[in-house]
């Protein structure tokens, strides 16, 4: 492990000096690291580095690790204290291998060392504070302000990188090299056919985002479709895209709060596709509860969501507010499926099929990745600096997360039986897979 240079800056050698106690008994060492005055060092030389940790000034390993926290080092990364060229994921799959081998204890014991770097004036010395909510918890009211502050960011922001249809969900791929549209293309049709639609049904689509999905199901099935989400920007370009494509008397999307649906519509199908995080523990039996009240007798119900697994008994290194929740998706909550399906057979439903598709959204948050970094310029322009490396730091986190098993995604397919118990299902799913 050999400098470029020879070290005279005292921040320089005590920033060398803490990376090396920190990696010494990690796994995961091929990486470089390139110092604010362009000195470069290796973890270990005799392995290609699958990316460079830059570190931008003197105080960036103190921004990074003071006070010890997921947030800590999250806002390190959104004010650019350090950077990542290259494979970004690779960099989180360090630090997961880093901090599994250091344990909680040490690193605490580590991180006083980085007090005689220099500190900053201000840690918030960039465009995007954190989000401040108020009011109850899952209240109506803090829900809209914690679910626009994610998807109002900017129309035009989400079209660089996601697929023509806007779709902001999981593909469903049918090998590793398929591009993104035909495997959005895929999972639309494949929610159309677990849901086996037909021509004038009714499909309510709860959290619609830019009507991707309605669209499909209204051109493909014939169905007349009606979505909800709480973005007003959302809804606006939904609506034009609906208008565009010849469809304003089969579709419309409403600005609207599920709780507040109607419920003497009696759709004949009901999907919600990313939406689930949003909803809360607190308010799962509601969410059950109001969807069953708004399906007929007969109905199906698709409920596409992301999941933790179950806790183990191992303590958690971090404590307290995590970035993804401080600048991602405040509010969130994921659940373990187990609670999902308690609640939905509590509120009436039958469940009949449950569907991991974990590699799949691993492989779809790669390919945002990647087309943010590529549209990186027009990103900025579109938002701001800052939330152009927030996204890039969540979905690569996230997409880890799914390769590694940290957290799954199901699709869950519900059926609220008619009076004489019959599901409206046929005896076999090969219809799925035609």
């Known amino acids: 492990m050999e400098m470029q240079t020879v070290v005279t800056d005292p921040a320089l050698e005590t920033s060398l000096e803490f990376l090396q106690t920190m990696l010494r008994d990690c796994p995961q060492r091929d990486f470089s690291v390139r110092f604010w005055d362009g000195t470069t060092w290796s973890p270990d030389s005799s392995q290609e580095p699958r990316f460079t940790l830059r570190l931008n000034h003197p105080a960036s390993l103190r921004s990074m690790f003071l006070p010890p926290s997921d947030l800590t080092l999250g806002e390190a990364f959104i004010y650019n204290d350090f950077d990542v060229e290259g494979d970004i994921e690779a960099m989180i799959d360090v630090g997961d291998a880093l901090f599994d081998s250091l344990g ?4 605490l014991g580590m991180a006083g060392r980085l007090l005689t770097l220099p500190s900053l004036d201000s840690p918030e010395h960039g465009m995007r504070p954190r989000l401040r909510l108020r009011g109850r918890r899952h209240s109506k009211e803090r829900d809209r302000a914690a679910v626009t502050s994610h998807y109002d960011v900017s129309n035009d922001f989400y079209q660089l990188w996601l697929d023509r249809r806007m779709v902001y969900s999981c593909a469903y791929f049918s090998d590793v090299a398929e591009d993104l549209d035909s495997a959005q293309t895929a999972k639309l049709d494949y929610i159309c056919r677990k849901l086996r639609l037909s021509p004038g049904e009714r499909l309510l689509d709860v959290g619609c985002g830019w009507g991707g999905l309605m669209i499909y199901a209204a051109q493909h099935y014939g169905v007349d479709a ?5 973005s007003k920007p959302q809804a606006e370009l939904a609506n034009a895209r609906i208008k565009e494509a010849g469809l304003a008397d089969r579709c419309r999307v409403r600005v609207l709060d599920y709780r507040d649906l109607e419920e003497d519509t009696g759709f004949d199908k009901v999907v919600s596709v990313g939406m689930f995080e949003h909803v809360g523990q607190a308010m799962l039996r509601a969410y059950f509860d109001k969807i069953w009240r708004v399906l007929r007798p007969g109905g199906v119900f698709l409920n596409h969501g992301i999941a933790h697994k179950k806790p183990g008994d191992a303590a958690p290194l971090w404590t307290g507010p995590s970035f ?3 600048y991602v998706f405040p509010d969130g909550e994921l659940l373990t499926i187990s609670e999902s399906l308690t609640n939905a057979e509590d509120a009436g439903f039958e469940v009949r099929d449950v569907e991991s598709l974990r590699e799949h959204y691993a492989l779809t948050l790669r ?10 310029a027009q990103a ?3 938002s701001c600096e800052e939330t152009y490396r927030i996204w890039r730091l969540y979905m690569a986190a996230s997409a880890f997360g799914f390769a590694k098993g940290y957290i799954n995604v199901y699709q869950t397919l519900l059926t609220k039986r008619n009076d004489e118990g019959q599901s409206g299902l046929p005896l076999r799913r090969d219809d799925w897979y035609a």
């Open 104 to 107: 909680k204890k040490r690193l």
């Open 367 to 376: 390919r945002w990745v990647n087309n943010l970094e590529e549209n990186r």
């Open 380 to 382: 900025t322009g579109a």
């Open 324 to 326: 993804i929740e401080t």
């Open 226 to 230: 009606e979505g909800v989400t709480l």
